[in-house]
């Protein structure tokens, strides 16, 4: 509940900043998606050699996959070359494991004998950019540096079993229990823009976001980063 309160009066806050602005400077809104990559970074956060095995371990098994993040995007140009954007931005992230192999004593064939687990980790998250833009053709280029922040709504566990007769068998299970629930992530991209009409702007851009912040307070620290590419359209409101 804190989470949505917070986002209530963070959008209430930019829509009299947004009634404030109209008489200085342009205003656009958007919806943008990005097909992400998406991992993880470990670090031993207590010192122990035991840590340490648990990470490579980890590592050993663990690998990227895909996710993304889509929303809806405000920007108020102060200039023809500088602006602020913010929006609300949802995001699917994580990593799952390389094809485990499952033994039982004694052994049963009616089990399954493999396994692939899937953690993702879905935000809501409000991003705060400097948008600085370069060029005065219809296609223009411009680059963007911030962080967001993101508040957690679900951590989900997926399972996916497979049996030695090829069939296939998939568990969900969904918990925010001992995570931390606000995720600070720096972010910068480079993109393009082409004004498509007077009013309306396509847009591509390379973005990277880092989180600075641990998912959990656990002897392995575990922070999730991503990079995707963000396809976007806007609309000029004045």
Known sequence: MKQFLILFFTLLSLNIFAQKSKKSGKISIGYSFSPDYSFRTLKNGDGNSSTDLVIKNRNDIEKAKFGYTTGVNVT???????????????????????????????????????????????????????????????????????????????????????????????????????????????????GIDHKLTDKIHLSAEPTFRFGLTKTKDAPVQEKLWNAGLVFGVSFDLK
């Open 76 to 190: 108020f140009s102060f200039s023809e070359f500088l602006g602020f954007e913010t929006g609300v931005q949802y995001s699917n992230k994580g990593y799952k494991t390389m094809e485990q192999d499952l033994t039982y004593i004694p052994p049963n064939p009616d089990l399954p004998n493999k396994a692939t687990f899937t953690y993702s980790y879905q935000y809501i998250g409000i991003p705060l950019k400097a948008k600085f833009v370069s060029g005065k053709n219809k296609t223009r280029f411009f680059s963007t540096a911030g962080f967001m922040t993101n508040f957690l709504l679900n951590v989900k566990q997926s399972v996916v079993y497979k049996y030695s007769d090829g069939k296939t068998e998939k568990e969900n299970q969904s918990s925010t229990s001992g995570f931390n629930k606000v995720e600070l992530s720096p972010l910068v991209s480079f």
